[in-house]
């Protein structure tokens, strides 16, 4: 019993640090911020006077605040639904022993290994009307193919996410391939000998067997599709006017250009919640899945 009880405090010990790291720089921090976005907080020097929900009852009737968000749940809508069935028609692609498969796997996974910053002035310059896409289409003649990309406020946005799912997709490939190669070929080998063709085994067995990978999948690219930032801020900066503009990128000019703290923390504790929406379904699907284990 005692060998047990120094094994534990020496785990505790060894687990003490990142806890105190953890609670510090999130938990504390979170915290700080939710209070201070009950304050009336502006300028540089701290003003911790209580205000309540004030500054929430403002945003919620912010016009550019309202457009951010429905920019973001655009960006949300399109992302996903277009990085996981790309990912894993990639993964399927890659798991039917294609040739050269290292090579492939390599090329589909490089933007990941590229920063946002990078991509985002990679892309804009592709996107530049005068350059890049458009060059290529006037040098073949196909000028009537030409646009203005991200320099029209009516599809600026849907530029910059395509310039996301470029960046992810070899991300979503990448879960989806380990997935696939964790289904026992028993599985696949019974039911081709039963009759079953590619789509039978698609439906009936790859998808069901893949599903926590996609569950994961949609939880990690919300998370990374409502904290939309580095793409925005490089691309656009938010514009054609609004068009392109979203909270995270609300928050960053409120609180550190305009200097209006408090009102940022608002803003960050509204997209802490709309995460946490997001999460927490996954936090209860995945208990569920360990008590039942």
């Known amino acids: 019993m005692r060998w047990v009880l120094k094994e534990n405090l020496f785990l505790f010990l060894l687990l003490l640090p990142a806890m105190v790291l953890v609670g510090v720089f999130i938990y504390y921090f979170i915290g700080w911020t939710v209070r201070v976005s009950m304050t009336d907080w502006q300028g540089l020097r701290p003003s911790y006077n209580f205000v309540g929900l004030r500054n929430f009852l403002r945003l919620f009737s912010d016009y550019r605040f309202v457009v951010g968000a429905k ?13 996981i069935p790309i990912g894993f028609i990639l993964a399927l692609m890659l798991d039917q022993n294609v040739r050269f498969e290292a090579l492939f796997r390599s090329i589909f996974l490089l933007p990941m290994a590229l920063s946002l910053i990078v991509t985002a002035t990679a892309w804009a310059w592709l996107y530049n009307p ?72 698609l439906v009936r067995i790859t998808l069901p067997l893949v599903k926590p990978a996609t569950v994961s999948l949609i939880v990690l690219l ?22 392109t503009d979203v909270p995270a990128l609300y928050m960053f000019v409120t609180t550190f250009r305009q200097d209006r703290v408090a009102y940022g923390a608002a803003i960050a504790v509204v997209m802490f919640v709309f995460v946490m929406v997001i999460i927490g379904p996954y936090l209860v699907y995945n208990r569920r899945n360990e008590v039942e284990l």
Do not use: C
């Not at 920019?71 to 990085?83: H, P, Q, R, Y």
């Not at 990309?149 to 490939?173: H, K, Y």
């Open 130 to 201: 005068t350059l890049g896409i458009n060059s290529i289409f006037q040098a073949l003649g196909l000028e009537r193919l030409q646009s203005l990309f991200i320099a029209d406020p009516n599809r600026a946005l849907f530029w910059v996410t395509v310039t996301a799912i470029w960046q992810f997709s070899g991300f979503a490939m990448a879960i989806y391939l380990a997935a696939l190669r964790a289904i026992p070929e028993e599985l696949t080998e019974a039911a081709r000998i039963d009759g079953a063709n590619f789509w039978q085994i």
């Open 71 to 83: 920019n973001n749940l655009f960006v949300l809508a399109v992302f996903i639904g277009s990085v």
């Open 222 to 243: 919300t998370h990374v599709a409502l904290k939309i930032f580095d793409l925005v801020w490089v691309m656009t900066s938010g514009g054609p006017g609004y068009a």
